[in-house]
Every structure is written in structure tokens, then in C-alpha cells.
């Protein structure tokens, strides 16, 4: 089965440190809840946020080795999503119909990136050494990246998908990646990313720069 | 030493944790919070006028207020002085500062839980828009703690000042509020549940 359906493309879900080996999150794709998780092999997976058993959300699953653990009755799933066990029947061999809906899930530029399953492209090829630097959650969605880099007075260098792109801060020295994640009722996620070799200033006055936004993205019923 | 307890308090589960944490000795009197009103009983005023737990005693003299529990008994327990890091006085400035903020998470995260979890009858919009604009300081900062080195609130250790806003902060999400809208909290709340001796309160759900 199929989880339900992303716009095509690539999405920036969050910084790869969101979700460090062994532990699960969650993230939200425009109406889509998703559990994200690494297992002790580092692999970035991304799963419907909705266990098979009986719906609980799977990014609040424990991760042992690399299989995911449901936290309401214990089912687990392998790296490819398939059922792995079920506590209440030690002895069953877990049909193969028992599968967590997977999408496709990639780490690059610092980000992780997700898409639908069927997807045709490969996820983004970033040149260069980058690290995580920020995600701030803003309540209005920017409409283009280009409005984005304009709220953060920054100039577009290249465009790495609709959502992401290399851009050029006034002030800082080097340039930097920038994204938004549109989670519609949720607002939207901003993360940015920064050259391996950025000082410790740079990175934080881009952390700083990116916190701004909340200024410029508020909600249109904050005054 | 005998703290008054209820187990789903995240402000009793401060001073648990602080317990815990120094391996302190120590008696538990459940006070019956809900339904029951204890805290609210002629007999529990004479302990605490303000009809609130957690209460410390030790001593035989009572203690009132979770901040201030943790700070007496980090200063009096704690032979190694970096729950409490009275020799660096620029860094307690900063534990202090973030104890009076975990009093108000009380007010906002806390308040938008007793609504959910309790049925308080409260204005529970207004707890979690308070509760927001705490949290966007507190991923903020850990954020830039992060970005310098610093795994914790006030520096490197992790202080009283952790676990004063630990509670609430985990049990957001009971409340109604997203605790994904802030990564790098989320970071902290994994690093703490790390800790050692840490134990998991109910309604915590965070497992490494
Ligand atoms: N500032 C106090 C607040 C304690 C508090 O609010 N305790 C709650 C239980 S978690 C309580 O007793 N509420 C009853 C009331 O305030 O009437 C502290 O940090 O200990
Ligand atoms: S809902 Fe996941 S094991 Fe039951």
C-alpha cells in the first residue's frame, strides 16, 4: 500500500541532526504526518506517522539496532518496513501484508530530504561540505523562495529545488542553504545549512538571521 | 527528608528527578491531588498556606516552592557543586535567570495541560500562545548553546535550571502544543532523558 501522496519532488524535512541514529521524530509534509528515523546503521527512513496495528504515531516508536518499535503494543518493523514482530504472538511469523508505508529518504547538504515513494528523481546532488545550522518554525508559509530570501535580506545564488537553494546573506561571508517546509495548518519549518568550514560566528549569526523570520512570517491575525 | 508527592506533577517530579539524580534518601507522602483536593485541606495549608505542591521537609523545616527545593538542596547535597554552581557566580546568574523562566512554562505549558488532561476550565488559547512564545526563546537559546559547544541551559553541566524546565517542557505535548516546531528543544529533552539515573515520569514519551 501506498502512504498518502506528496506533491512530486524532493522536500527539505528537516536537518539531518533532527534525527540522530537510534532515536525517531516527526515531521509534517504539507497535510502528511511522518515519522523519520535512523536506525544504529545511520540510514535516514521515512514512514506514514501511523502505525499498522492500530494508528499510533510511529515517530514516538524506539528505535533498537534497525528495526523500529511501535511504543503502544510493541509491534516492530524492519528498515524496509515490513513487521517484524508482534509481542502478543512471540511464536507468528508476521505476514508479509503488515508493512509501514514507506516514502523515499535521503540525507544531503546537511538536510534530509523526502519524497513520495514513486518519485523519479534522485534527491538533490549539493556540492560541498555542509553542516546543520537552524530550524525555526515560522506561522505563515513564504510563497516562493524568493520571498523567503528576501524576508531574510538574502540574495538567491542558485535554486536547489522550489523549496531550497544556495543563497547570500548580507553581512555573512559565506553563502548558505536555505529551505522551507510548508506544513500547511502546522505553518512552516525554515532550515539552513552552512559551509563545514564556517567559524562559529557565521553560524551564529545565521542562527540569529533565521529566528528573525518569525518577524516577517507571523501569522495574519498576530497584530 | 520526606518530600509531599503526586505522581503525574511535573513540579513534584522536579525535585524526584534532583533526588534521583544526587541519590539522596528520602520518604514520599502522595499527597491525593485529584480528586481528592488534599493540597487544598485545612491540614495541608498549616504546611503550605498557598495550597500547592511539591513541600520538602527536611529538618524538621518545610520547604515550599519546586525552584526553591531544588536550590537548597542542590547547595546542601550536592558535594560537587555544579547542580547549583555557587563558585561561578556569572553561571548561577544564569541558572537563576532560567528557573524564574521554568516558573512561567508553569503557567503556560502546565496550565494548557491541567486543561486537556483535567478539564481545568481556563483560557487554554492563551496558555499555549504563552507557552509558544516561551518555547521559541528557550529552542532559540539552545540553539546558540549548541552552535558554541554547550549541551546545556547555563554552560556545559547540565544545572537545576535543566530540570526546573524539563517537566513541562516534555509533557507539552499533552497540552496540546507541537513539540516538533522546536528541534533543538528536542534535542536538549534527549540528552537529558540520557542522563544518569533518569527516570521517565508518566506521560513522557521519549525513549532512546
Ligand atoms: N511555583 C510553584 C508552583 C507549584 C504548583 O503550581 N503546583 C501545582 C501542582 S503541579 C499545585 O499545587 N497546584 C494547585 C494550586 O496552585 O492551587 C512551584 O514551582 O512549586
Ligand atoms: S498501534 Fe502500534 S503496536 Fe499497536
Redesign the interface.
Known amino acids: 500500500m501506498k502512504p498518502s501522496e506528496l506533491e512530486a519532488g524532493w522536500f527539505p524535512a ?2 539531518q ?2 534525527v ?1 541514529p ?2 525517531a ?4 509534509i504539507a497535510d502528511n504526518d511522518i515519522a523519520l528515523w535512523r536506525g544504529e546503521d545511520g540510514q535516514i527512513r521515512a514512514w506514514e506517522n501511523r502505525c499498522p496495528h492500530r494508528g499510533m504515531r510511529l515517530s ?1 516508536g ?1 528505535v533498537r539496532g534497525n528495526t523500529l518499535t511501535c ?1 503502544y503494543h510493541g509491534w516492530s518493523y524492519d528498515g524496509a518496513g515490513a513487521c517484524a514482530g508482534i509481542p502478543a504472538h512471540p511464536e507468528l511469523t508476521p505476514p508479509k501484508t503488515i508493512r509501514a508505508k514507506a516514502y523515499r529518504a535521503a540525507d544531503a547538504g546537511g538536510f534530509i530530504w523526502v519524497a513520495n515513494p514513486g518519485e523519479t528523481t534522485a534527491p538533490p546532488s549539493i556540492d560541498g561540505d555542509w553542516v546543520p ?5 515560522i506561522d505563515a508559509t513564504p510563497v516562493s523562495l524568493n520571498e523567503l530570501a528576501e524576508g531574510m535580506g538574502a540574495g538567491l545564488v542558485s535554486k536547489i529545488t522550489d523549496h531550497a537553494g544556495i543563497v547570500r546573506v548580507h553581512g555573512v561571508e559565506e553563502e548558505i542553504l536555505l529551505a522551507f517546509l510548508d506544513m500547511k495548518k ?2 512552516a ?1 525554515i532550515h539552513t545549512s552552512v559551509p563545514a568550514s564556517a567559524s ?1 560566528d557565521v ?2 549569526a545565521v ?2 538571521l533565521t ?1 528573525r523570520l ?1 518577524q516577517v512570517f507571523k501569522a495574519s491575525s498576530a497584530a | 527528608m520526606k518530600l509531599y508527592d503526586y505522581v503525574l506533577s511535573g513540579n513534584c517530579y522536579k525535585i524526584r528527578l534532583l533526588l534521583d539524580f544526587l541519590e539522596l534518601s528520602h520518604e514520599k507522602r502522595a499527597v491525593d491531588f485529584f480528586p481528592g483536593r488534599e493540597h487544598k485541606s485545612d491540614e495541608f495549608l498549616q504546611i503550605n498556606p498557598l495550597g500547592q505542591i511539591p513541600v520538602l521537609e527536611d529538618d524538621g523545616a518545610y520547604i515550599r516552592d519546586a525552584q526553591a527545593i531544588l536550590v537548597y538542596l542542590a547547595s546542601r547535597y550536592d558535594p560537587t557543586a555544579t547542580w547549583w554552581p555557587v563558585n561561578d557566580p556569572s553561571e548561577l546568574g544564569r541558572v537563576a535567570q532560567w528557573l524564574a523562566f521554568a516558573d512561567s512554562i508553569t503557567s503556560t505549558a502546565s496550565a494548557a495541560r491541567l486543561h486537556d488532561v483535567l478539564g481545568y476550565d481556563l483560557d487554554v488559547a492563551q496558555a499555549r500562545a504563552g507557552a509558544h512564545r516561551l518555547f521559541r526563546i528557550l529552542d532559540d537559546h539552545l540553539a546558540n548553546q549548541e552552535l558554541q559547544g554547550f549541551n546545556w541551559i547555563a554552560g556545559s553541566n547540565p544545572t537545576v535550571a535543566d530540570i526546573a524546565c524539563f517537566p513541562y517542557v516534555a509533557l507539552a505535548g499533552d497540552g496540546g502544543i507541537e513539540l516538533f516546531y522546536y528541534p533543538a528543544i528536542q534535542r536538549w529533552i534527549r540528552r537529558f532523558v540520557n542522563l544518569p539515573r533518569f527516570k521517565l515520569m508518566p506521560g513522557i514519551n521519549i525513549f532512546d
Open positions: 528537516g536537518l541532526n533532527y540522530l537510534k532515536t521524530g516527526r515531521v509534517v514516538y524506539i511504543l545550522n537552524r530550524s525555526v518554525h502546522h505553518g519549518m562559529e553560524a551564529i542562527s540569529k529566528s518569525r
